[in-house]
């Protein structure tokens, strides 16, 4: 419950910020996958410091087999789609407080659109 | 009885930095290279990874990644009168025993040390004077020069993620960089680190003075980054648990994320971890070696390992102890002069003033390795005239903070109680409102500083422990006098509310409390076989198949932490032995 009221809160806010739909750039995505790169693999590949993001679209979160998740995320009970990872990269810690991703957030919108561009192209 | 392991090309003894580049080159070369590392093989997802990193008692405390003194450590004293007693918890210095070494657990801090160290003692001669050189200050210029080394200092740079600003590009001064250094070819591999805001403010006090701050060079990535090796950094998250610690977002340069990982893919590699080597054999002509004795620690079994080719890069204290216990080169006796074995230990020097500024909120458990600020205006500031003060070196000095922890970090100002009511109140006042502003002195070689073999006592291995002699000498307390002066100043013009001021340090060294991993020495670099124990190129001047590679190479200590110039002798070392050593075996110079 808890969580999905600041997911909805996260995104309204990101959509201010946003103003009028700027086109995402799926190249400009790729950068930005540079600050996740060093954790999470994008190919088919096995989880290395942090969970593989590899078929993320759709999944449980904190269920994949060779990663040991947080007792945050396992509890989360969310499945990840674009919505729900665009509310966690803008602020990991508010969105799933606990979890152990050790990473700031994203606070620029129109830089998680483009992420989310990239990563739903790569692998969806 | 040892048992007597097939054949290999290259042995490299401790896997950390050193170890780690030496490995990577010489694999690349076509060797087979097996590296034998006393510690486990950790990895930043099974063993740095949140929350079981943030573990205070686990690392600060008991130090987990460190050196385990139950099996071996050193006995310690200040003077020859005194009797050596073995250091039986770390304290003073905490060399790393893990894969990656103590670069898992090291802050980061990068400097390239100039001609005004590798030189020291033409050029002090030359601007003034002999005399001005105490006798007993047994500093001697390093066989190699600051042009020689740069392309290789940059090449470490690039392997560790190294954030800063050039200060000097081909000749050109930077703004914003330290106008002091010698020339860089490059860029630093990324842009300075954020500043943290006792930084800003010690940048801008410093400024008003007249000095010239600039952002400390560290191996904390500031963006993510790729180095030459394919290993790829996050961005530093300024998450403050980075000394002691390894880091879970692989934002710290260090060997098990930058290079052993490339190294890892080799069919030329093995690593055995768990190995520790306890001697170098020697042949019976006493000019080469034939490979290392190690025992495996979890079984106690002992194993000889036959090489073509030996490489010590077990950490500056362990290399010298394992070329004492070898029998390698001649002990150094500090009455005579003679040998050169354990020969100019070197240490650094330091003092700290705490300010106080009520109502501020610094934020001390956010900073990264090497956020902070740093002035060289009595360091590498060659025209900084040293005979007022009559000393040599310098002492860099810094603002600001990093690796504040929640539980050990309680600045509170001086005459608060040490515990109870009031201290709780003084804790919760001013943990948000202090800053420090340090220096970090250099340790000129002295006669009498030295390493050899305790007649008394053992480690677990049966063999003699490491006897350290240490103490400051007259040299540092100048220098200690005149850098607590310049701090001191810098802090009243800050105008805190409180301020704890620097003191120049005169008690004699201790093991206690820690000051830092910048142990130089003991198998010094050099031109002539009499002053020194391996040539420029870090080659036994006994046994040419034996290089002997870290800090322990250091004729003297700078002000600077060491890894900058450890890393390039490393890759210079590795450059030599692929392009001379390797076409034509035996010495690689002639004295
Ligand atoms: C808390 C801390 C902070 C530091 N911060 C900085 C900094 O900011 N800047 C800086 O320049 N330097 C810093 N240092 C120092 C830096 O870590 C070292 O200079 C650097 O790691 C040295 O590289 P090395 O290869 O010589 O030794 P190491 O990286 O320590 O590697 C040596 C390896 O050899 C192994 N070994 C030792 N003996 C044996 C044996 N008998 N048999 C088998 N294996 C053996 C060890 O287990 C270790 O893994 C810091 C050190 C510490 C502890």
């Known amino acids: ?124 | 009885m040892a048992k007597k392991l097939k054949e290999v090309d290259v042995v490299i003894v401790g896997l950390g930095w050193t170890g780690g580049i030496l490995s990577k080159e010489l694999t690349d070369a076509g060797l087979k290279v097996v590296a034998l590392e006393r510690g486990g093989n950790r990895t930043t997802q099974d063993d740095y990874a949140l929350p079981g990193v943030r573990d205070e008692l686990r690392y600060v405390v008991r130090h987990d990644l460190m050196q385990n003194t139950a099996r071996d450590t050193l006995t310690v004293r200040n003077n020859i009168s005194q009797e050596a007693l073995p250091m039986r918890r770390l304290g003073s210095f905490l060399p790393g025993e893990v894969v990656g070494g103590s670069g898992v657990h090291w802050s980061g801090h990068t400097w390239r040390w100039t001609d005004m160290e590798l030189k020291v003692r033409s050029m002090y001669e030359e601007r003034y004077g002999k005399k001005y050189i105490p006798a007993d200050m047994t500093i001697q210029d390093w066989g190699v020069s600051y042009a020689e080394l740069e392309p290789y200092y940059e090449k470490f740079e690039r392997a560790a993620a190294v954030s800063g600003k050039a200060g000097n590009l081909r000749g050109q001064i930077q703004e914003g960089g330290n106008p002091f250094e010698a020339p860089r070819q490059n860029e630093y591999a990324l842009p300075p680190l954020t500043k943290i805001h006792a930084s800003e403010m010690f940048n801008a006090a410093a400024k008003n003075l007249g000095y010239h701050p600039f952002p400390r060079p560290s191996a904390n990535a500031s963006r993510p980054y790729t180095n030459q090796y394919g290993a790829q950094f996050g961005a530093c998250e300024y998450c403050g648990y980075c000394q002691r610690f390894g880091c879970e977002a692989n934002a710290k340069g260090s060997p098990h994320v930058a290079i052993i990982p490339a190294v890892m893919k080799s069919a030329n590699f093995e690593l055995r971890a768990h190995s520790w080597v306890t001697r170098v054999i020697k042949d019976k002509s006493g000019k080469r070696v034939t490979g290392v004795l190690y025992i495996n620690v979890l079984t106690g079994e002992e194993f000889e390992q036959p090489a073509n080719m030996v490489i010590l890069t077990a950490f500056a204290l362990n290399n010298v102890h394992i070329m004492l216990t070898s029998g390698i080169g001649q002990p150094y006796d500090p009455k005579t002069g003679k040998g050169v074995i354990g020969k100019n230990y070197c240490y650094q020097t330091g003092t700290s003033a705490t300010l106080f500024f009520e109502g501020k909120h610094f934020n001390p458990f956010m900073n990264a390795g090497g956020s902070n600020d740093t002035i060289d205006d009595f360091n590498t500031n060659w025209d900084f005239d040293r005979s007022k003060f009559g000393y040599i070196g310098g002492a860099n000095i810094s603002g600001g903070f990093n690796t504040n922890l929640p539980i050990g970090y309680r600045p509170v100002p001086r005459g608060t109680p040490q515990w109870g009511r009031e201290w709780k109140a003084a804790t919760a006042k001013w943990y948000q409102a202090a800053m420090k502003i340090d220096a970090s002195g250099a340790v000129m070689a002295n006669r009498y500083n030295y390493l050899d073999l305790d007649p008394t006592y053992r480690n677990a291995f049966g063999q003699p422990l490491m006897r350290m002699t240490f103490d400051y000498k007259e040299n540092e307390h100048k220098m200690g006098q005149h850098a607590a002066q310049v701090i001191n100043d810098i802090a009243k013009s800050m105008n805190p509310t409180h301020f704890t001021p620097a003191v120049a340090r005169t008690d004699p060294w201790t093991v206690v409390p820690y000051q830092s991993t910048h142990n130089t020495g003991g198998t010094i670099m050099g031109v002539n076989p009499k002053s020194s124990a391996v040539n420029r190129y870090l080659q036994s001047w006994d046994c040419h198949n034996l290089f002997v590679v870290g800090a322990n190479v250091f004729a003297h200590n700078s002000s600077y932490n060491p890894t900058g110039p450890v890393g390039a002798l490393a890759y210079w070392t590795a450059d030599a032995i692929r392009n001379q050593y390797l076409k034509n075996p035996g010495q690689l110079v002639h004295a």
């Open chain 1, 1 to 124: 419950m808890k969580i999905s009221r600041i997911f909805s809160m996260t995104l309204l806010a990101g959509f201010a910020a946003c103003g009028p739909a700027q086109a995402a750039d799926a190249a400009h995505g790729q950068k930005i996958f540079a600050e996740c790169a060093a954790c999470h693999s994008a190919a088919k590949a096995p989880s290395g410091v942090g969970p593989s993001l590899y078929g993320v679209f759709g999944r449980k979160a904190g269920t994949l087999d060779d990663f040991r998740f947080s007792p945050a995320m396992k509890r989360a009970n969310i499945v990840w789609s674009r919505e729900t990872l665009e509310s966690y990269i803008a602020d990991p810690q508010k969105a799933i407080p606990a979890n152990r991703m050790p990473f700031g957030g994203i606070p620029d919108a129109q830089n998680r659109a483009d992420l989310l561009d990239y990563m739903e192209q790569t692998f969806k």
